[in-house]
């Protein structure tokens, strides 16, 4: 004991520190950092590398090929290299949307069109690493995969959720009512007692418990028994630790697709007029009146019935089903509450203006139709002769809008399936001035909308049907789209003047809903089926092609070549002659002849799918009319310059005149489509010539003044026209149109070049492409982005075939490498909402994943021959300052050019990697090229093409300035684009099961190498400039790492780790707080750890040799097992544990990942405190994965993976004192902690003190029966800070985990070598263990769900609000800390023991769940995992604990861990436990016990009695199991003592005084269980053939009688737990039952004591403490003669005369020198002083102040006999005080109101006609303790049976009813007392 002790009390340094101290003495720099030392304390004999410095890593495929696994087969082969298909290239088909893809139909294209439409088709090239997803991105532990992986968990059974419910104690006082009796028989009636007990049912006894069975037998069978049905996967059970996304997840990108908005399905149903006379026409389109832009092309619908369009046969061809659409899809991408659905109505042309035409649909009624019979008649005739006569001419009739956010918001508020809305002018109002924005506005964040009142959502509103009733007649001069804009804006006002004009009364029923993911029978804008069309003969749904009211940023990805004309004006003032009617005819041609025209018009509604021609509608009478038509083109693929648009302006004459005819042409105008090779789009204002333009006119613009030919209005524009092109294939941006068509020149080698005016020659070519490329910056970003995959395309085949321009090869690798830079810049920029967590833009990430390829592996090249382009050799690229000698064919052609191959010596490196290269910009190669087709395949020896990964390391490691710059901020961009080239160029080569050490030239490694370098310079010089871009940059350069390590030579990867550590930690040195920078490493190294390989990559398999001897060990074939040789020396064993230098060589990643927690964790590393959670999140995410995955579920295999992770249990070892003390909770007294440093570690901002946490974890009250935390004594003033709870808990599951998974015989071996300190470190950690993982009980769970959770600054005041609210009896508590808080030594409330972030670890709660009420069964789940979280955790321990013992069996040395193991074996019987873990818990203490008998009877004498109490209590459990268990436990423990002694003293004693503290204390203890063990022990007992002849079966029936007594009378006691008076005369006939006891007898003193001290009775209190006092005296006096100790109880006599009933003269009285009696804590000389000292305080409160004076005449003697000045000068204040007291309150002082209180009727049982004393407060009057009394009996029998009466006259009995419960209540009159 004395070494453990003192071991406590230097725990919170272990030596190692010292030795580190010395060693950081010789080096200069911060001390933290150079923790030189290998975790063990003892340095292994290869030379140390400091922890804070990376090794030499192993060369990984060397070592593979040396070291053969000696395991042949098995398990262990997937373990020892990457599986053979681990990177796959797949081609993988494109979804295609329609039936048929969208292609042109020309067969012959120009080279661009090609281009595109390959880019659009082709297949998508992805390079699958096909385990991704097993890296710890994945983790299914941080996914919601856990609740999968949760399924089939056993119910593990607890007694706190057992705990009998309300039904229980409903009986019990029942049963109280039915009883009164206290004493039914009196105490010492044995018979009574014993008929009981032998009546009652023992539980199943165990078998074979009594047989002698050797220990290793039994521990064979414990062993077999823990490890079946144990939980595989630990990890599953442990809420992972909350943390945002994990850094090293990367999602895979989105594939590129169309663009769509948010999607609405419109349904047109019907639409009625009051009179049916002529067919009406519509269409629908959709406006944005704050942009003022159409945003939707044209929708036409057709409603009319067959009759009416038959008036039209003659005009109509007949009708393709495509034009019969009556629904319709539109697409909004930013929906505002300024988008409205226009419907315009037209008519078939006729006589008069458009007033007078609507004049009858506003005058007759359908209901008087029969009145106005013969008017409709002449109507109808009239229509008739019109449709006729002008059928194919069109005039504008009506119109009305819908302002659609009115409609969805109002849908969704409705709450109806489908809602209908009828607008109407009446109800106009409502439904046009309000802008609702219900709740569904903005409900979820739309991809690219603005914020706020303007986000408005369409995807999940209610369908609605409207209906609608108004329409406006149009004005026939207010035609265009800005009078449409002004009516829409002034519609939304609430005095619209719309409202006042006379409406056309019609009907139109259209549905609107949000449109079904995948609708059947769709058609595309260009008319092609979208898939799942099952039948084409169905009435088809349109597409309707958006116009974004903003610029949407997202590439091309299908061929759409689309134009639309908008004819908008003409003025024909001042034309002479007649030209009134007019109507313009629109043709697309192809050539000047009439007959050219191309059947490219769309249809409309109920016509041919295409036509030739199409003409606007006629305004009557109007020489200047305005036009709202909409033409839609298809484009050709490949325009000429032929191709133009042409318009033809004719008069019609409506009325029927002889010799006129119907249409005469009054003027032409044209537009030609291409100019200088671009399509024309925009606004025109065109002249219109009177006569046919003459020949050739097409190729000129009519702005040209042709000679000879008469123009209206002396050539001046008079025809306003907008030609608008939606096309993937035309730029429409000048700067993309010449680059592409310089590039295409250079495919075609087609020159001179025109483009715009401008005509390039060969000869200038090179710089036309050169400024053409950085011209790209100047383009729009919008083209860019819709062009980008074909723009990247050409860049990276200009890098990689380098064109050749007049017989030079030029090198565009610069200019395109900068150019990319430059792009990637502008999307980053521009695009911030299309961003994932690391900076990535998803259109490039995208790009690179599906789209990007090697040029070379184009399926479709062009032939061969056509073009004159190189093939270049690398060396071109060089700049001439390096004149590099190295074996390098130059060219193909040329073989003979080849230098003698020399490694390349260290200068050359560093010029490389230096920044200060000749980097010149003309490097042109003279040799021979070779003539190859550029683009295409190049010939079989591939080498001599320029390799586009090694292009662009070059490019980027020779780059400098802004480009330099400009990389660096998208480095991911290059790495990925690097990355995936390799992967291809390896496919294509059929290289991906080469050797990996010949995969790649060293030069390009070199490049490699210098680019990783640098860029890891730049990461340390600008962290603290620009931290948000070195986060990026830091990121990106760890992804690229893990990429390498799946393509690359992986010890050549390891080193580039090592480059990158060498960087970081040379700056470490120097910087005041390292932690930013650390916390950048960190980042690298999860993401590199992130590998799915990363087990293989640690070479697991390895044995860790010593480096001198190159083969390895061969594993004999006895330890075959275990894997492990067993000749190897336990320099390896000790190795394996500690972060030696050949562990961290061999075990290159784990090394790393295990140093950063030591140095981490380091307690003298300053300022590291914040990265506490984020290195633990780091081990205990690799550990979880690992845990979950399915390569790893041999047990073999996880051993081998454990095996890598050994040393975390030193480390965690190291950090026992800085672990947040989870046993807190138990002993209320925290672990001193000194805040020697802020907390940095503020989770999430929210500390709650533990007090309240405590609360929240629901430990009531201060168990006494815990053990206080031995863990940490409270001497030593620790001066560094405490773990947050939620880093403590990560770090010991991880160390559960490793214990669980490792393999025992080498944790044995180990442990063997370990120092007792070190042993007892360990068990310190598994006692903490124990206490982390407790089980909390589903009632905490359903406490915690009940207070609302958020995650908020004010977090720990709101809880600490709901705690004081809800808990009530904690609010003194809560109180106290807050107190408490304001005086921790830093000052700041938040002090790190503060910081338990709400204990969010204890329950499986994720601060991203938003519902906070959780359902039953949620809780029943969480309590589920938690009970088998807590078992499998107590099961490892104990696990743990067994090879523990095992070592000192081996050793035979180290016995005084043995008491160790005992403590936590204790603690975690104290603990909230399962059934399950409780059985092999006991058995395992039933082996420890009958193989070290002598360490609980001899040495750990408490620990005796703490098991006895701890037995006792698992006896009274509710669950018969843990009773057996126990019982089996106590009798062995009985039998073992009597085995050594003959007698068992100790355990008799010590149960007795288990049991009545379990009594006393427990709240929910049942008898009833009690009896039966105690009925089971007896059983075993008669049972036991071997000790039949002895006393012991009568010892034990004696112990278990008196055992009985004493719980029917604290039964009793527990029944009176409500009435204090009957409570404590209980507790006084106990005590003195307990006289021949004299431990007993003291217990029960001093919980009466303790009982009157909580009601206040300090007299009473004082009174129990002398008689305890004078019990110690007597005993005391018999043992040690010592002059100054009181005699015995007579000194006692003067304070109370009732003390000599404490003198032991009986002849029963124990000797006190008897084994196990008073050897309390009490029997001793302090022992009695602070009962003495307890004594005095509680006379002195009650205000006795004489008998202190008595009281310390006692004590004087003593402490003068110890000359204690200190405690006398103490004492003589106090008495001081006491006698000033008396002087002060003379004649003042009051002690109590006494009153007699009678009790009289059958119910009392044996109080009745009793008559007792009770003595209150002083002045209590009467009224108060009747009432008091009345409340409490009547609560206890019924009110109205209980009676009180208040005289002092004597009782007559008769007239009293028997059955009812009577007090009487006289009072004595106030008696004074004064002390004499």
């Not at 004991?1 to 520190?17: D, G, P």
């Not at 454990?1202 to 209320?1228: K, R, S, W």
């Not at 935390?1269 to 939620?1286: I, K, M, V």
């Amino acid at each position: 004991m004395a070494e453990r002790r003192a071991f406590a009390q230097k725990i919170s340094r272990t030596v190692a520190a010292e030795v580190r101290k010395q060693i950081s003495g010789q080096y200069s720099g911060s001390p933290q950092l150079l923790k030189n030392l290998n975790i063990g304390g003892n340095i292994s004999h290869h030379t140390t590398v400091p922890l804070t410095e990376a090794v030499e890593p192993v060369d990984l495929e060397d070592y593979l090929i040396t070291h053969p696994l000696a395991v042949d087969s098995g398990p262990l082969r997937d373990l020892v290299e990457f599986p053979p298909d681990d990177v796959e290239v797949v081609y993988s088909p494109r979804d295609c949307r329609t039936l048929v893809s969208a292609v042109p139909e020309e067969s012959e294209m120009d080279p661009h069109v090609r281009d595109c439409i390959r880019s659009y088709t082709e297949d998508w090239a992805i390079v699958i690493r096909k385990y991704h997803k097993l890296g710890t991105g994945f983790n299914p532990n941080t996914l919601d995969k856990q609740k999968e992986r949760q399924k089939g968990l056993p119910k593990q059974v607890f007694e706190s959720d057992e705990a009998p419910d309300g039904s229980y104690q409903d009986e019990q006082d029942d049963l109280k009512r039915r009883s009164m009796s206290i004493d039914d028989t009196p105490r010492g009636s044995w018979a009574c007692s014993i008929f009981d007990l032998k009546n009652s049912l023992p539980d199943a006894l165990l078998p074979n418990l009594l047989d002698r069975t050797p220990n290793e037998e039994i521990d064979h069978q414990n062993d077999d028994q823990r490890k079946s049905n144990r939980h595989k996967e630990l990890f599953a059970l442990h809420p992972s630790p909350d943390e945002e996304e994990p850094i090293e997840r990367l999602s895979v990108p989105d594939v590129p697709k169309e663009h769509f908005g948010q999607r609405l399905l419109v349904k047109c149903l019907s639409l009625k007029f009051e009179i049916e006379i002529e067919p009406i026409f519509a269409s629908l389109a959709l406006y944005d009146v704050k942009e003022k832009k159409k945003i939707s092309e044209n929708f036409y619908f057709d409603l009319n019935s067959e009759q009416m369009k038959g008036l039209l046969r003659p005009h109509v061809p007949p009708a393709a089903i495509t034009t019969l659409a009556r629904s319709a899809i539109f697409s909004i991408t930013y929906p505002s509450q300024d988008v409205f659905l226009v419907i315009k109505l037209e008519k078939v042309l006729q006589q008069g203006d458009i007033g007078e035409c609507a004049e009858p649909y506003m005058i007759f009624k359908e209901a008087d139709a029969t009145k106005n019979k013969e008017k409709l008649e002449k109507l109808k005739s009239q229509a008739d002769q019109f449709c006729q006569r002008l059928g194919k001419y069109r005039m504008p009739f009506a119109w009305t809008a819908i302002h659609l956010m009115n409609i969805v918001s109002s849908a969704g508020s409705l709450e109806r399936d489908s809602t209908e809305v009828e607008i109407s002018t009446g109800e106009r109002k409502g439904s046009w001035s309000e802008r609702r924005n219900s709740s569904i506005v903005g409900r979820r964040s739309l991809e690219r909308t603005t914020s706020g009142d303007d986000a408005c959502n369409l995807t999940s509103f209610r369908p609605a049907t409207l209906t609608v009733t108004n329409f406006f007649k149009q004005e026939g001069d207010r035609l265009s789209d800005e009078d449409l804009y002004k009516f829409l804006a002034d519609m939304r006002r609430p005095s619209s003047v719309l409202r006042r004009l006379r409406p056309i009364t019609a009907q139109l029923k259209i549905d609107i809903s949000p449109a079904p993911e995948n609708p059947h029978y769709c058609l595309t804008p260009e008319l092609l089926q979208v898939k799942l069309y099952p039948d084409s003969r169905v009435r088809p749904t349109r597409e309707i092609l958006e116009f974004p009211a903003r610029d949407v940023y997202v590439p091309n990805t299908t061929y759409r070549n689309l134009l639309y004309i908008y004819p908008q004006s003409l003025n024909f003032a001042n034309r002479q002659g007649s030209a009134r009617n007019i109507t313009v005819k629109v043709q697309f041609m192809y050539g000047e002849d009439s007959s050219n025209a191309m059947p490219v018009i769309f249809g409309k509604s109920s016509c041919s799918e295409f036509s030739k021609e199409a003409y606007t509608a006629v305004v009557y009478h109007n020489r200047s009319p305005d036009f709202h038509e909409e033409i839609k083109v298809k484009l050709p693929a490949t325009l000429t310059d032929h191709h133009h648009l042409l318009f033809t302006f004719y008069h019609v004459s409506c009325q029927q005149k002889q010799n006129t005819p119907l249409e005469t042409p009054v003027g032409y105008t044209w537009i030609p489509m291409l100019q200088n090779g671009r399509v024309k789009t925009g606004q025109f204002c065109l002249p219109v010539s009177l006569e046919k333009p003459p020949q050739a006119y097409s190729v000129l613009s009519p702005e040209v003044p042709l000679p000879g030919m008469k123009w209206v209005d002396n050539h001046k524009g008079v025809f306003n026209v907008e030609v608008v092109a939606v096309s993937s294939i035309h730029t429409q941006d000048p700067y993309l149109d010449k680059f592409f068509a310089l590039v295409n020149a250079l495919d075609e080698h087609m020159f001179p070049v025109r483009i715009g005016d401008m005509r390039i020659m060969e000869n200038n070519l090179e710089n036309e492409l050169k400024s053409s490329i950085s011209a790209l910056n100047s383009s729009q970003l919008e083209p860019v982005v819709r062009f980008l995959h074909l723009l990247l395309d050409k860049m990276i085949l200009l890098v990689v075939r380098p064109p050749v321009i007049a017989g030079q090869i030029v090198n565009l690798g610069q200019a395109s490498f900068e150019a990319m830079a430059s792009i990637v810049n502008r999307l980053h920029k521009n695009l911030e909402g299309s961003h994932d967590q690391h900076g990535r833009n998803s259109l490039l990430a995208s790009y690179i994943y599906y789209v990007f390829r090697l040029p070379n592996t184009y399926p479709n090249s062009p032939s061969p021959g056509s073009v004159h382009y190189a093939t270049m050799a690398r060396s071109a690229v060089r700049p001439a300052s390096l004149n590099l000698n190295r074996s390098r064919s130059l060219s193909n052609s040329n073989p003979d050019i080849s230098g003698t191959p020399t490694s390349p010596d260290d200068e050359v490196r560093s010029i490389i990697g230096s920044k200060g290269l000749d980097r010149s910009n003309s490097w042109v190669n003279t040799g021979g090229p070779k003539a190859a087709p550029w683009g295409s395949n190049p010939s079989p020896s591939a080498e001599s093409t320029q390799l586009f990964h090694e292009e662009l390391a070059l490019q980027w490691v020779v780059c400098s300035g802004s480009v330099r710059e400009a990389a660096l901020q998208q480095a991911w961009f290059f790495f990925e684009l690097m990355v995936k080239s390799m992967v291809h160029h390896l496919y294509f080569n059929d290289k991906l099961d080469a050797p990996r050490k010949n995969r790649f030239p060293e030069r390009f490694m070199d490049d490699i190498s210098a680019l990783v370098s640098t860029i890891a310079s730049d990461i340390v010089s600008r962290f603290q400039k620009d931290i948000e871009m070195v986060e990026r940059l830091n990121t990106s350069l760890a992804f690229f790492l893990n990429d390498l390590l799946s393509v690359m030579d992986r010890g050549f990867v390891f080193t580039l780790v090592k480059s990158y550590y060498k960087q970081i930690s040379s700056k470490l040195y120097s910087l005041p707080n390292p932690s930013v920078l650390l916390s950048l490493r960190l980042d690298f190294l999860r993401i590199i750890c992130s590998h799915e390989h990363y087990v293989t990559l640690n070479l697991p398999c390895s044995l860790l040799t010593p480096p001198a001897s190159p083969s390895p060990s061969v594993s004999s074939a006895t330890s075959q097992s275990s894997g492990f040789s067993t000749n190897v020396q336990d320099q390896k064993i000790a190795n394996m544990f500690e972060l030696s230098v050949p562990f961290r060589q061999q075990h290159y990643l784990a090394g790393l990942v295990l140093t950063e927690l030591a140095v981490i964790l380091d307690p003298d590393a300053e300022g590291l405190f914040g990265l506490h959670k984020k290195v633990i999140n780091m081990v205990h995410n690799l550990l979880s994965s690992h845990d979950s995955d399915p390569r790893y579920l041999d047990p073999q295999i996880k051993a081998r993976v454990a095996m890598l992770y050994l040393p975390l249990i030193g480390i965690i070892m190291e950090t026992v004192p800085q672990l947040y003390d989870f046993t807190e909770t138990h002993n209320q007294r925290g672990r001193p902690i000194c805040l020697a440093t802020d907390d940095y570690e503020s989770e999430s901002g929210s500390m709650i003190s533990q007090t309240v946490a405590m609360a929240i974890a629901g430990t009531s009250v201060p168990q006494l029966t815990r053990p206080g935390s031995f863990l940490l004594t409270s001497t030593s003033g620790r001066q560094h800070t405490t773990f947050s709870a939620e880093s403590s808990r990560s770090l010991l599951i991880c160390l559960l985990w490793v214990l669980k998974n490792a393999d025992e015989t080498v944790l044995q071996k180990w442990f063997t070598d370990l120092s007792v300190l070190q042993l007892n470190r360990l068990l310190d950690l598994l006692y903490l263990c124990v206490s982390c993982f407790e089980y909390k009980g589903k009632k905490v769970f359903e406490r915690m769900n009940s207070l609302t959770f958020k995650k908020s600054k004010d977090m720990r005041a709101k809880l600490e609000e709901a705690i004081l609210g809800s808990i009530g009896a904690r609010q003194e508590m809560v109180r106290r800390s807050r107190g408490q808080l304001e005086r921790s030594p830093s000052g700041s409330a938040f002090g790190s023991q503060e910081n338990l972030r709400w204990r969010k670890d204890m329950t499986h709660w994720r601060q991203n769940t938003e519902k906070l009420d959780k359902s039953r069964a949620e809780i029943e789940h969480e309590a589920l995992i938690d009970g088998n979280l807590a078992t499998e955790a107590n099961l490892i321990i104990l696990d743990t604990l067994e090879i523990v013992v095992q070592t000192v069996s081996v050793t035979e040395s180290k016995e005084s861990i043995l008491g160790g193991v005992l403590k936590v074996l204790l603690h975690s019987m104290a603990c909230n436990q399962s059934a399950v873990y409780l059985q092999h818990c006991f058995a395992t203490q039933r082996a420890l016990v009958s193989k070290f008998p002598e360490l609980l009877f001899e040495e750990e004498t408490e620990q005796c009695a703490d098991l006895c109490l701890r037995l006792l209590r698992h006896c009274s459990s509710s669950i018969s199991t843990i009773r057996s268990h126990a019982s089996a436990s106590l009798y062995l423990l009985m039998r073992q003592n009597f085995e050594i002694g003959n007698n068992f003293a100790r355990v008799k004693m010590q149960v007795t005084m288990s049991l009545s503290s379990l009594v006393g204390t427990s709240q929910n203890f049942n008898e009833e269980f009690l009896r039966r063990s105690l009925k089971t022990i007896l059983t075993y007992a008669e049972e036991d053939l071997e000790l039949r002849e002895t006393t012991f079966p009568d010892q034990v029936q004696d112990l278990v009688f008196n055992l009985h007594m004493i719980l029917s009378d604290t039964v009793k006691m527990k029944e009176h737990q409500e009435d204090p008076e009957m409570l404590i005369d209980l507790m006084y006939r106990i005590a003195k039952g307990y006289q021949t006891s004299p431990d007993l007898r003291l217990t029960w003193l001093q919980n009466m004591a303790g009982k009157h001290s909580e009601r206040s009775n300090h007299a009473e209190a004082a009174q129990c403490l002398v008689h305890s006092a004078a019990l110690v005296a007597e005993y005391l006096s018999m043992l040690e003669d010592r002059k100054y100790l009181p005699v015995g109880c007579v000194t006692f006599q003067n304070i109370s005369s009732n003390v000599l009933e404490e003198s032991a003269v009986s002849d029963d009285v124990v000797s006190p020198d008897e084994e196990g009696i008073c050897s309390g804590k009490y029997f001793t000389e302090s022992g009695l002083v602070g009962l003495l000292e307890q004594a005095a305080a509680s006379f002195s409160m009650a205000g006795m102040y004489e008998a202190v004076n008595e009281v310390y005449k006692v004590l004087i003697p003593i402490h003068e006999a110890n000359r204690d000045a200190k405690k006398l000068s103490t004492i003589h204040g106090k008495l001081q005080e006491a006698f000033s007291k008396i002087v002060h309150q003379d004649g003042k002082r009051m002690f109590g109101t006494y009153f007699r209180v009678g009790f009289y009727g059958t119910k009392f049982g044996d109080l009745d006609e009793q008559e007792f004393v009770y003595k209150e407060p002083a002045i209590t009057k009467l009224a108060e303790i009747s009432h008091r009394l009345e409340g409490f009996y009547g609560e206890r029998f019924g009110e109205d049976v209980v009676e009180v009466i208040k005289d002092s006259n004597p009782v007559d009995k008769c007239k009293l009813d028997p059955n009812r419960p009577i007090f009487r209540l006289p009072m004595w009159s106030h008696i004074l007392i004064h002390m004499k």
